[in-house]
């Protein structure tokens, strides 16, 4: 499996530092980047072209997740990589999935499952 890069994308503090301590742990990630919304997301996107993972938020402030999603899908280099959205309203599924993301995750997010969907998603890269 190719080494992955991950983007976490969460305007809450503590889910940021669980998805940190969650990636870092795991040995098929290298790289991790963090953003506290939308618009930081896509200009780490911008300056990191070696980012190939991202984990994204749906409710935050400046640019929401779907909004930051359909940015993504509508730019050549960044419609590839794969987007797991994370949310605790699983209302929001069906708008991410129709908006390009690969998953949904329900927060509080599962080791486990996280690290499973990650691997999965990856192995097209």
Do not use: C, H
């Not at 929401?64 to 209302?91: C, E, H, W, Y």
């Not at 069906?94 to 329900?106: C, H, Q």
């Amino acid at each position: 499996m190719k080494e992955l890069n991950v983007l976490y994308v969460d305007d809450d503090m503590i889910n940021r530092k669980l998805l940190e301590n969650i990636l870092n742990k795991s040995p098929f990630i290298s790289k991790t980047y963090e953003a506290k919304d939308g618009m930081e997301a896509l200009q780490i996107l911008q300056e990191n072209p070696d980012i190939n993972f991202v984990l994204l938020d749906v409710l935050m402030p400046n640019l929401d997740g779907i909004t930051t999603l359909q940015f993504m899908k509508n730019d050549k280099r960044l419609a590839r990589i794969p987007v797991i959205v994370l949310s605790t309203d699983d209302t929001q599924k069906v708008r991410a999935i129709e908006a390009g993301a690969n998953d949904f995750i329900n927060k509080p997010v599962k080791k486990e499952e996280l690290l499973e969907k990650i691997e999965k998603y990856s192995s097209v890269l």
